[in-house]
């Protein structure tokens, strides 16, 4: 008997964590510090709640289903800004509006790969990305990276088979944190085009990238609908997680057959979310620079603390977005020290071991710190938690 898709993956890590939690007690003085999810737990601006609280009483057909691709309205807004932002030409066609940015690589996978296909992740990876694949028959083959946690190119193009259909990166990273160097961004680009692939980009995460302009250049290549497929999230930039609204700039092509996929799964993204998105594109972009940088801030005052943890054998490998990664010093396996830190520490993180394969055994020395939703004095005490924890060292 053959197994269900859902049971070639793994159960979902941040739900597996938060199980940590059942049976343990936090003093009042000493609360649980979450750092464990990247999702901002604040709703809205009041502003934008006031103009959702306006479509829903006053348009009639944001209750009913929409196009498939999304409101032309919020399409065109998104070719409109991002080909300024890049520098390139993007029309409303080649722009879908999808239910979360999740949904747009699911629906770029489906659209891109058949059974026993190959596509590249750098590690270590986005656990959905890679619960997609396994669900979808379709091979993820591990691109390593070093201590920088930056892939290499010329690495990903010994992986290329004649199996491979895509190279996945996500810039900011997640878990990593890292920035993708434009230059690096555009050599994967020219191996994904030279080689007939597609570079899927996840930039849920560009708004709080720390460098100023376009992170990189790819738009401005007049063909890069050929190779280059882009994916975003609505949910970081304007605290709509619940709405559900992401994008996808892609080939009209390519889009054709993603509308195939949505039609089956949602009909339409959340009609709601993608009015709240539209106006949040028009009227929130000062806003949007103030949560820029609240959360620049923040990763400066991770770098600022990194001192004192060295000091107890902890290396930071990767800070930006909303995360930092690190490396740190003890013997026992990350798997087993982060439920260990919930009780030790009043601290829930995830392990490294959740963003790696089971055969690497980098992701043992490793936790992702999610800081989305701590403060720099949350941060300051996250750090004096970690150092003070005294578990054998390796």
């Not at 070719?79 to 080649?94: D, N, P, R, V, W």
């Not at 000091?311 to 930092?324: D, I, K, P, Q």
Request: aromatic fraction near 8%.
């Amino acid at each position: 008997m053959s197994l269900p898709r859902t049971a070639a993956s793994f159960a979902p890590p941040v739900m597996e964590a938060r199980r940590w939690l059942e049976g343990v007690t936090f003093p009042q003085d000493r609360p649980l510090i979450n750092v464990s999810q990247a999702a901002p737990v604040d709703p809205p601006p009041e502003a934008l709640r006031r103009h959702i609280a306006d479509v829903a009483l006053n348009l009639p057909e944001a209750h009913l289903y929409g196009p498939v691709l999304g409101l032309p309205g919020l399409r065109e807004e998104v070719a409109t800004q991002f080909g300024a932002a890049y520098g390139g030409e993007i029309s409303a066609a080649q722009v879908a509006i999808t239910a979360g940015c999740n949904q747009a690589f699911c629906a770029a996978i489906t659209a891109t790969c058949g059974e026993a296909d190959e596509v590249i992740l750098p590690v270590p990876w986005y656990f959905n990305h890679k619960m997609w694949l396994d669900m979808m028959g379709v091979k993820s083959v591990p691109l390593r990276t070093g201590d920088d946690l930056l892939p290499d190119p010329e690495t990903a193009r010994a992986l290329i088979t004649s199996r491979t259909r895509a190279i996945v990166l996500v810039t900011p990273n997640n878990p990593g944190g890292v920035e993708y160097p434009a230059a690096l961004v555009r050599a994967f680009y020219e191996l994904a085009r030279e080689t007939g692939l597609r570079l899927i980009v996840d930039e849920t995460y560009r708004d709080f990238d720390a460098r100023s302009g376009a992170a990189h250049d790819l738009f401005a290549d007049p063909d890069w609908p050929e190779t280059l497929v882009q994916l975003y999230s609505f949910s970081k930039a304007y605290r709509l997680t619940g709405h559900r609204v992401g994008a996808m700039i892609a080939s009209e092509t390519l889009l054709s057959e993603v509308e195939k996929f949505l039609d089956t799964v949602t009909i339409c993204p959340n009609q709601l979310g993608q009015h709240a998105a539209l106006w949040g594109m028009q009227n929130l972009s000062q806003w949007l620079s103030g949560e820029r940088a609240e959360i620049l801030d923040r990763r400066a005052a991770i770098s600022e603390a990194m001192p004192a943890l060295e000091a107890e054998g902890w290396h930071l490998m990767g800070v930006g977005a909303y995360f930092a990664y690190l490396r740190h010093p003890f013997a026992m396996s990350s798997r087993d020290l982060a439920p260990a830190l919930v009780r030790e520490a009043g601290v829930l993180c995830l392990p490294g071991t959740m963003f790696m394969p089971e055969d690497h055994a980098a992701g043992d020395e490793q936790l992702r710190i999610a800081f989305a939703n701590v403060d720099r004095t949350g941060i300051a005490a996250l750090f004096d938690r970690l150092a003070a924890v005294s578990f054998e060292k390796r």
